[in-house]
């Protein structure tokens, strides 16, 4: 058994319960990060996250703890 771990984005959920379903384009604007590298990001797809970009957006959504913004997954399989 061992357990992978993959690093999670929590923008999507933000943006929809705390920020009143705010837009990928109206994030993009306040945090000056174009929506270009946002999508992936938001959507988990991204294999690099640029720290700056995260810290931009924690500043644009008022973020003041990153475990709101970034979580650590742990995916569970077994080796038969």
């Known amino acids: 058994m061992y357990n992978e771990k993959r690093i999670v984005v929590n923008i999507k959920p933000l943006l929809e319960e705390k920020y009143d379903g ?16 946002l999508s992936p990001l938001v ?24 475990n709101d913004l970034i979580k650590i997954e742990t995916k569970y399989s077994s080796d038969d």
Do not use: F
């Not at 837009?23 to 929506?35: F, G, N, P, T």
């Open 22 to 37: 705010m837009k990928l384009r109206e994030l993009s604007r306040l945090a000056d990060v174009q929506i270009s590298a």
């Open 43 to 66: 959507n988990n797809k991204k294999k690099r996250i640029d720290i700056g970009h995260l810290k931009r957006i924690a500043e644009a959504l008022d973020i003041t703890d990153m």
